[in-house]
């Protein structure tokens, strides 16, 4: 076995870079398995963050991309886009069913819309209103969820975008062929008695069709992207405040309710 260095051996900068190099060498070759007690929550890494000289708000933010970056919104081959749009995040902490309140009022200004809040033990749900079946937020799908358990607080943005998508591309795609097809067949057949030229005009219109399609939708897609993002991070904003100074939500709201708006159930306060 190698003679272990003196503890007075001075190593440069160089050394130090290597020696860390090989001692996580070491670790890996070896697999040492961590005990569940070495895990560590967020207001400790901020913590040790703030003795290394690192902003605490900077350890959240770095924090929330890690459960950002579990939800991919990956895009459709075909539409060129996300069918389903969603984003999830964690904070360290729980909140009291007092702050609901202030959630419920930020979704409603956020789509215009009262929806339907509803409250399962420490859950909050709320979904766009409905009315026959259908969606009313402008015939938009949401569903937002705070479920506070188990230490943190995990909220959830998504909406369906299927319904959209399908109006939009069987409208200009179906319907603009379908129209133009009466076209195709007269300058084809009738002009140049080209039963293919008049098959490749009509494609010609379908594919025209479909490329417009696509970009309407991916245009419609990111506004929606970007609108549900930034009510995520408003609502996780709220959150981290009333888990940081619980004692600000509480209060006014005692005794007050939340109407469900078009025939939802209300919420206590």
């Known amino acids: 076995m190698a003679d272990v260095p003196g503890g007075n051996r001075k190593f440069n ?28 929550s967020l207001s400790e890494v901020e913590e040790i963050a703030k003795e290394a000289g690192i902003d ?10 890690l459960d950002t970056h579990t939800i991919v919104n990956r895009p459709s081959p075909w539409i060129g886009a996300p069918t389903r749009i969603v984003f999830e995040r964690v904070v360290d902490g729980e909140i009291s069913t007092d702050t609901y309140e202030t959630l419920v009022n930020e979704i409603r200004r956020t789509f215009g819309d009262n929806g339907v809040p509803s409250v399962l033990g420490r859950t909050l749900a709320w979904t766009s209103t409905t009315s026959g079946g259908r969606r009313h937020s402008r015939g938009r799908q949401i569903d937002v969820s705070v479920m506070s358990r188990g230490g943190v607080t995990t909220i959830r943005v998504e909406e369906e975008l299927r319904n959209t998508a399908g109006a939009l591309f069987g409208g200009l795609v179906g319907g603009g062929t379908g129209g133009t097809s009466g076209l195709s067949m007269g300058i084809g057949m009738g002009v140049f008695h080209s039963p293919a030229l008049a098959v490749a005009m009509l494609f010609l219109f379908g594919g025209g069709f479909y490329t417009l399609a696509r970009l309407i939708y991916g245009s419609i897609s990111a506004k929606r992207e970007k609108e549900l993002q930034g009510l995520t991070e408003r609502l996780q904003e709220h959150v981290e405040s009333a888990i940081v100074a619980p004692q600000a939500q509480v209060g006014a709201s005692s005794g007050r309710s939340l109407g469900a708006g078009e025939g939802g159930t209300a919420i206590p306060g």
Do not use: H, M
């Open 13 to 40: 900068d160089e050394e130090v870079a290597l020696i860390i190099k090989r001692a996580a060498e070491l670790q890996q070759t070896e697999q040492v398995e961590q005990e569940p007690s070495s895990a560590l």
């Open 56 to 65: 605490p708000a900077l350890i959240r933010r770095a924090a929330s991309t």
